[in-house]
């Protein structure tokens, strides 16, 4: 898990997500040697700070969003949420402006507005970031931002089999969005993709538990394509590798903006639920994580 | 009206219009031998679960969506919302698991949450929709899913003379929307489409009444170009064709996604109005229907 | 500042912008023999009510909004908002029906519902703008409209001298957006732009204050690219024009569809601050309207 802890580390609220994309970039580079096939690492202008890997002739894409929550510094002490995060007084928060690295804490009044305290006024428009504090049982992985960093293991366990697929490294995803509406447009065009997992972080809830495996979304706030949804559920019963079905009528991910895209592309939810969502102490399940991972080695080879 | 009574008993909730989808495709082989222009019949792939007739040579588009709201089986007993349901305790509910098939009761408590009253449990996701009791009187039709069966019935009266125009039955209207980026793509793309009337249904208010005319609406959380709803009232002004104006503050449709798609586009909603919207006792007035579809006769040739 | 004058009192709210177009084509065609550099103009069907300017070999597009906040007749008296007007009882209206011109007062009852006082009753559908009172101080500019009249006005500061650039104007930005999606694409396939300036006006907060320079917005309810608003900002400090920072967590400009929209664009807000938001009372301080064009001027340069 040194790698999950490392990548839980990096500096990358919505909007900012370079020092992940150049980690990804240097990931592939020393590790592709021995991966069953070489992938293309397709970066660049076209893309702002987004990643694709192409590997051989691709029918689905993985998707799995680089960026995380976090706050921007307002006026005075105030402070603006990245995305939703889970807001506690306390919650130890990171960052850098010019005067230098900091380490300060989160301030939250009776009135729900948020502040940090430190020593200094901090430069306006900087980025804090939940402090890591990366911890590891038998059974738990507990952490800030495994949502997503997870869903980017995930894809990074996939690399060393994959034979056929692309994965993509999307941003924003935490923050309206504005990245998977041109890589739709790039995958499509370029490779007829028509078919796209999303591999992200769920919440547990009344029917979706820790320890009970992977969760297949049947719908969160968008309703995917039944037809594709009965495809991967059967799949995945004949797998034998442990799932959950969910059914949710809030939450959203990556895969609303495929739903809202020009191009016909089906899409599902697949990932590891979690408890303490947004929050420094995001918790999921070693069991769960793997049956992520096997699911995903499977849907990759037969779709 | 027997066709608008079969067609409000399909099972096609939003993300699952395959079964609508085929009876309309079903439905054109086997009538438009008698029709004054064979259309085109074009689906597959490309379109996931939506359908596009082409007629001649289309300079406007007529967009009806296929989907209905309902409900999706949760955990235990529970239901979440497909679309916005009208909800009270005892509306009937249809759909089928593995089981077999179910016919249960709506139940709503003090907190507006939804659950289902059955003597077995419901496969997780299982889709529910109203029961459909279909009613005729001499100036009234009342049944579930008018909206949007009306607005497909009246497409299907336009096809027998229709020359030259597409019809495009979508999905996901209800929730979300995600099919209409994709059909606006593939229509402007390969037919240079710039016109589209959204054959829906819409509301009574204390401006728009029953018996009064079929709907112009000129705005609803949406404002269409100016120019192209005028073009369309003054048509309708020399048809002699009973017409109402709307104007609301809030209320969408298929026309918001053709506003916000990347192709310029003009749009209008044109539809009869209904009282006991989205509930199982929707009510229209069959003078309205008839407006409907002699304004969609003449604007099909005019516009 | 009789240009901006004239600009404030034009009618075009969302959806009916027509008057402004017109008046834009017009001032080109009369101004632009002594331009350094003579724009294409681009209009026509393929960009509804839109226009765009092509100076030169364009790297950079100003979007500037055509639009205005205003309100609908709805039924009886009553009035539905188009956009978010600031809403008080007494503020003049004016429009135009079949009748002949319209002057009246806005009513605003104690749950918040709109209607006009009139001598009779205005035909369903009228829109209604509030009535100019343009005022100018040493200090200051007051009217309603610099929201976005002067963003307008920005730009045409701009083409007396500009070499290689697009001035973009758009439509529907106060209600829900529409125009900026076809825009975008536009400009990306023919010239493949890849940043963007949002030439508007934004709000005076407890951060932003009159006469302290143009505003960078760093963020609102969007977040755009980091990399791109520090190459800004950095080039706004080596200018030497008084500039302000601005974050918030909502808010929203045409940014926010280029943010969406399938093109990978960089986009930066960069306007002059205003009191009395969406109000007959817009007020702007002068050095901010002149720190705005200087340091347009510089970036359509330097970008």
Redesign the interface.
């Known amino acids: 898990m040194e790698l999950l802890k490392e990548l839980c580390e990096i500096h990358a609220p919505?909007?900012?997500e370079?020092l992940l994309k150049n980690f990804l970039i240097d990931y592939v580079k020393t590790h592709s040697a021995n991966w069953k096939v070489q992938p293309e690492i397709i970066h660049g202008?076209?893309?702002?700070?987004c990643l694709i890997l192409k590997f051989g002739d691709p029918r689905t894409a993985v998707f799995a969003h680089m960026d995380s929550i976090g706050f921007?510094?307002?006026?005075?002490n105030q402070l603006?949420?990245?995305g939703g995060p889970d807001v506690k007084s306390g919650y130890e928060l990171i960052g850098e402006d010019v005067l230098g690295p900091i380490e300060c804490k989160l301030e939250v009044n009776d009135e729900n507005q948020l502040s940090y305290k430190f020593g200094r006024p901090i430069k306006?428009?900087t980025?804090l970031i939940f402090k890591c504090n990366f911890r590891e049982t038998k059974d738990y992985i507990q952490s800030c931002y495994l949502d997503n960093r997870l869903g980017i293991y995930n894809t990074l366990q996939l690399t060393e089999t994959l034979e056929d697929g692309l994965i993509v490294f999307s941003c924003?995803e935490e923050?309206?969005?504005?990245s998977v509406?041109?890589l739709?447009?790039y995958i499509h065009e370029n490779y007829k993709i028509?078919q796209a997992l999303i591999s992200d972080i769920t919440w547990i809830?009344?029917?979706v538990k820790h320890g009970e495996g992977v969760v297949i979304s049947?719908?969160d706030?968008?309703?995917?394509?039944?037809?594709f949804?009965e495809k991967i559920i059967s799949k995945a019963q004949s797998s034998q590798i442990p799932f959950q079905?969910e059914?949710?009528?809030s939450g959203s991910s990556d895969g609303r903006e495929i739903?809202?895209?020009?191009?016909?592309i089906?899409w599902c939810f697949i990932g590891a639920p979690e408890d303490h969502v947004h929050s420094p102490n995001e918790k999921v399940h070693k069991q769960d994580i793997n049956a992520m991972i096997s699911l995903y080695k499977i849907l990759m080879k037969e779709l």
Request: overall charge neutral; charged content about 25%.
């Open positions: 919505s909007g900012n370079v202008n076209d893309l702002q700070d921007t510094v307002r006026y005075e603006v949420p990245i306006v428009g980025e924003w923050h309206g969005g504005g509406p041109f739709i447009k028509r809830t009344d029917g049947m719908r706030r968008n309703i995917p394509r039944r037809a949804i079905l059914v949710e009528g739903q809202l895209s020009p191009y016909p089906d």
